[in-house]
């Protein structure tokens, strides 16, 4: 059976499963002129990157590359770039300008640092953007345009024992459809790390997974704190947890259970189909924006008592299979499957669904995040400023 | 819709069932792959906790996710509820320990 979604066809091959003008604020001198040009073009999404001086090394690529993923991300039909200097504005346009989509990039230096004046040239040029965009139309388009991004947030017993395990069905679903399926949150594969590394497409894949963890684990020893010492902690004891293991096997679960194609590092482009695992922050905001600066078009998140952080760009869909959190939150989980803590529901059947809901998120039905703009992106640091 | 299983053997092959709901002593249902299998349950175990399948000697490695997740430090006989009192990690590091 061929799965498919109704997308929009990027020049690049991608698929949108939205098609949003983004404006980037590529540092932190031209949030104003970006929010005005934003605010006043309606359906406009504004990203403010706080930073962008005084950086180096990884901090300083991993920053590039979020700004220029972001804006590659096929859910964005046109991208707005404002920036102060022209130097480090086209710099980010030549890494987004490979995608084809409509592209603007507005400096400061231009206009004599008048940012009203930047306002107003901006505004001009996304408005006449905003209607070019929007001639894209929904075409039918196979599942293995997928990019989904799996991410848990605010787990309880129920995330490692029934969610996580049905997002990782659906991630195999997705990964069998010839679609892209990848998890982040380094520090949950702590203890499973030999568990990844063991369903690596190759050995240098597997030493890869397993250095990813040592190395979180060595910044963290570095700072003092010890991660295996008191992990998993009182509320997981409590929730049933014995050990280190079992919490992450519980994490990884989610990434289901097809062969490890790489380790990407954070917000870098996920290289071809098949499952990848991120080098990246446990924080979900940080996390997921890791996601979508590497192209993911969907996201899948699993909470076991509730979560209501969604991305701005790519929809999000919220999963519980916790009865009482899917009966509370109404307007916040778009897929029950508490009939999996119920013994009521079939895995497969679930995660079919799940599967086909995905798909119908994909095709421009509103996940209740959009609906309520609970969308929000965060910018991942590494290391201190100059 | 009445619960068909209780207790949930996340790999069929698993040494441990997870318990669906919080359960009292007494034969429980423990879904592993597609079978429901029968299993006396030695005491009440809460939600998300776990319950031996099989006898589980000082020394054996426990599998969950069809993966070993630790090691039992006592005798766990089967339907015997399995925690930090009876098993432990075997990634952790044991500072504390000599």
Not at chain 1, 266 to 271: E, K, M, S, T, V
Request: glycine letters at 12%; one cysteine or more; proline letters at 6%.
């Amino acid at each position: 059976m061929t799965h498919e979604f109704l997308g929009y066809l990027r020049p690049d091959g991608s698929a949108g499963t939205r098609n949003r003008l983004l404006v980037i604020s590529i540092l932190g001198l031209t949030g104003g002129p970006a929010r005005r040009i934003a605010r006043q073009v309606p359906g406009a999404l504004l990203i403010e990157m706080p930073y962008g001086r005084g950086q180096f090394g990884e901090d300083r690529a991993m920053m590039r590359r979020m700004l220029a993923g972001l804006g590659r991300n096929p859910n964005a039909g046109g991208v707005m770039l404002v920036g102060a200097d022209r130097l480090r504005l086209d710099a980010v346009a030549e890494a987004i300008a490979p995608s084809g989509k409509p592209l603007e990039a507005i400096a400061l230096d231009d206009v004599h640092e008048d940012a009203l004046a930047l306002s107003d040239r901006g505004l001009r040029l996304a408005a006449a953007m905003a209607r070019d965009i929007s001639r894209a139309r929904r075409v039918p388009l196979p599942a293995s345009l997928l990019r989904l991004g799996i991410e848990c947030g605010h787990s309880d017993a129920t995330s490692g024992l029934g969610a996580n395990p049905l997002a990782g069905l659906v991630a195999d679903r997705v990964v069998d459809a010839g679609g892209v399926a990848v998890i982040g949150e380094t520090m949950e594969w702590l203890g499973a790390e030999h568990v990844l590394a063991a369903r690596a497409a190759t050995p240098e894949v597997g030493r890869a997974i397993v250095e990813a963890v040592a190395q979180r684990e060595a910044w963290a020893a570095a700072s003092g704190e010890d991660l295996t010492g008191n992990n998993p902690g009182q509320e997981n004891i409590r929730g049933g947890l014995s050990s280190i293991e079992e919490k992450s096997l519980g994490a990884i679960a989610k990434g289901g259970s097809r062969p490890v194609q790489g380790v990407v590092p954070h917000a870098a482009p996920l290289p071809g189909p098949g499952l990848w695992v991120m080098q990246g922050p446990a924080f979900s905001p940080p996390s997921i924006t890791g996601f979508v600066a590497a192209g993911c078009n969907m996201l899948i998140f699993t909470t076991g008592p509730g979560n209501s952080y969604c991305d701005a760009l790519a929809p999000t869909v919220k999963v519980t299979v916790n009865p009482k959190t899917a009966q509370r939150l109404t307007q916040q989980i778009d897929f029950d499957g508490s009939g999996l803590m119920l013994g009521t529901r079939e895995p497969e059947e679930a995660a079919d669904a799940l599967f086909a809901q995905l798909l119908d998120h994909a095709g421009g039905t509103r996940c209740w995040g959009e609906v309520l703009d609970e969308g929000g992106y965060a910018f991942a640091r590494l290391g201190a400023d100059f | 819709m009445s619960a068909r299983w209780d207790l949930l053997a996340i790999d069929a092959q698993d040494d441990v069932a997870v318990a669906l709901r919080d359960l009292p002593d007494g034969v429980a249902r423990v879904r592993a792959g597609e079978a429901v299998l029968p299993l006396s349950l030695r005491g009440a175990v809460p939600l998300g906790h776990k319950v031996a399948r099989r006898d589980l000697p000082r020394g054996t490695p426990i599998r969950k996710y069809g993966a070993v997740i630790g090691e039992a430090i006592a005798d766990i006989a089967a339907g015997e509820h399995v925690h930090v009192h009876n098993m432990r990690s075997l990634r952790a590091r044991r500072k504390e320990e000599p």
